[in-house]
């Protein structure tokens, strides 16, 4: 199925949530792994909202990195 702004959307990896790819609070572990705000802080992720960046990468499942990552 195929929606309109399926360029600037993708699902995280964690939880299957649909998350907008603009938003600098996603995470992105590669261009086929990205993680939504909540499970990236849920998996140790440190956010700092003043830099918008991750100052802590979170530890995300490496089963469900691992998945992702070989559907590319
Ligand atoms: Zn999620």
């Not at 909202?49 to 530890?59: G, N």
Request: some cysteine; overall charge negative; proline content about 7%.
């Amino acid at each position: 199925m195929r929606e309109r702004d399926e360029l600037d959307t993708d699902l995280c990896v964690v939880c299957g949530e649909e998350v907008d790819l603009e938003d600098a609070r996603i995470f992105f572990r590669s261009a086929s792994v990205v993680a939504c705000f909540e499970c990236a802080r849920k998996f140790g992720g440190v956010y700092d909202p003043v830099t918008e960046k991750w100052k802590a990468p979170p530890r995300l499942p490496p089963s469900h990195v691992r998945r992702h990552e070989k559907d590319v």
